[in-house]
């Protein structure tokens, strides 16, 4: 059946702004087994239909509104259809979500997460420290790249369960995505520059991490 219009667009995803989503308001989604630029979708199957990939066929009419040209990207899917990609990264819809707002989809098996207009990962404008009554962090990811990035060049991921004592990262990571308050210091053995964060943090130079994370331990 020939799409008549596809529409991603920059806006709001449920308190993640810049976010991308699609002409009706629900929210865009990248699968972290998909490489970026990678030319190819992981994402295959009876996965596809939990997971729609946002496809175009001959025909359709493409609008992006507040996304820029050169990150719109196409990539032939297993099935033979043609699906868009954004910053590289083929984009798809969940099928849990409802209604415009929804990001039910977001951090599904640490895999799934809302794109931004950039092909990278969707995040609340404000990213302030831990405030109080804030629950200690079950879990942490930390991303060696900025904006959550772990895939470009070397770039890699590892994600910790925080105790109460002072623990190493192996090597420095610049962004990290906690699930409550986390303290992280510039230096090994939790020494050097200190913060307590209980939301995401894009780049850790913003923190004045300027080499980044290297040990943590819960507040």
Not at 14 to 33: I, M, Q, T
Not at 89 to 100: I, N, Q, T, Y
Not at 190 to 197: N, R
């Amino acid at each position: 059946m020939e799409q008549k219009w596809v529409e991603p667009r920059a806006g709001n995803a449920g308190g993640l702004e810049p976010a991308v989503v699609n002409g009706k308001g629900l929210s865009v989604y990248w699968f972290g087994d998909d490489p970026a630029r990678g030319g190819v979708s992981h994402c295959n199957g009876d996965r596809a239909k939990t997971w729609p990939p946002i496809t175009v066929t001959k025909g359709t009419k493409l609008f992006f509104p507040g996304i820029k040209r050169e990150n719109i990207g196409f990539v032939r899917r297993q099935d033979g259809r043609t699906q868009v990609t954004i910053g590289g990264r083929p984009v798809h819809l969940f099928s849990g979500d409802r209604k415009a707002g929804d990001v039910l989809g977001q951090n599904v098996g640490n895999k799934w997460f809302v794109v931004d207009p950039e092909g990278g990962r969707a995040v609340a404008p404000a990213e302030a420290p831990a405030t109080p009554g804030t629950g200690p962090a079950a879990s942490v990811t930390f991303f060696t790249g900025k904006n959550f990035d772990d895939f470009s060049g070397d770039n890699s991921a590892t994600g910790v369960e925080p105790e109460a004592r002072c623990a190493d990262l192996r090597g420095a990571f610049r962004s990290l995505s906690p699930s409550g308050a986390v303290k992280i210091w510039s230096e090994p053995g939790c020494e050097g520059k200190s913060a307590v964060v209980s939301e995401d943090v894009r780049d850790a130079a913003e923190l004045g991490f300027a080499n980044g994370v290297r040990s943590y331990v819960l507040p």
